[in-house]
């Protein structure tokens, strides 16, 4: 087992089947050495964590929500890679939304769900640039979405 | 003509002038082999379609505004190109931003007025990743935003 | 001195020291010749400007909101080139998010104050791709928030 997978059994992650593509996007795209990865909605094994922050949505389960987009964006990434998350050399950047009220202030806070995962698994090619800000309605009424860029291998 | 000139031409898509700057920002800027193109608002030959989903644009409408947002991008690619389409390589992302009320849920399908042009245009060279959210407001009440970025020989 | 530090120095500008990072996020990655740099807030020597477009936050407060956010991103790209700004050749793409109400349409007046300050800073170097939209709300109740990608040499 390479050392990424070692580290995502030990944090109890089990990635999904990376999600389809439901239209005429793709889940992601490879460019030089970057990877592109599409906005991944805050959906788990148990179904998709709905709902605004500020309003039906506590603090706590928008943290589980960002943290289910990041499990998406590193299944994303593995599928991008042929399997092989040793290839995953920096985690660039995330573009980060929060399904938020107009007087919710704690995005970063939600998103360091995201975050710390990447950090958990990746180590120090886990730091990434980031935005995390409002919006006022997501697809599906997801609670989060976040799309992200990695370099590769 | 060229193969993706005629398909346009097929698609009755008819490329207008790129939008000029406005202010201190340009439509498009060129780095390495990738376009990064500046958010194009649903500006169509009739004017700008305006409003937001959920309140007083039906989705047949936002479909049609998303389009419209993907014609504009087109044009400024073509204008990175000097003219050129066939020396488009990839669609490599569109940013998309939908002006919605707070429970509107239906982003992909409204976007998808634009990823499914891109794939009629450009074929299995214009399968992006995007993401879709929501925003509460745009410039001048614009119903819908993309910002793309291109990779081009 | 160089001559942007000199410019910089003409415009009254003086640059904070880069804000750390708070979390498990970084200010800025560097991948091949480019920088993606995190979302920087409206905040100055005086604090954070905060509050909603549209609502509490009048268009020149806001026209201030994002120059600083800008003076942010121009500090953050002057560590992420070991301090030597001459080595910035070009604002690529700015990502602004204006804390709005759903009836605000002005978001392009607003980010000119961060698009005027690239091109006074860098001149034709600064001239940039930028998408601006509405978010209902910011962290910390930021009133502007925006991210960036520099080339560098």
Known sequence: MSSIEARL???????PAPAAPVA????FVV???RVFISGQ???????LITGKLGADV???????????????????VKAACGGDLER????????????ATPDFADHPK???GASDLMVDVFGDKGRHARAAVGAPSLPMNAAVEIDGV????
Chains 1, 2, 3 share one sequence.
């Open 31 to 33: 460019t030089g050495n």
């Open 9 to 15: 059994s030990e944090l109890g992650v089990v990635l």
């Open 88 to 99: 995953v050399a920096r985690v660039v950047k995330l573009g980060a939304f929060v399904n």
């Open 24 to 27: 005429n996007y793709v889940p």
């Open 58 to 76: 506590d603090l706590e389960t928008g943290i589980e929500a960002a943290r289910a987009c990041g499990v998406n964006l590193i299944a994303q």
């Open 41 to 47: 909605v805050s959906i788990t094994p148990d179904g």
């Open 150 to 153: 990695f370099e590769i291998d």
């Open 110 to 112: 939600v998103i360091n």
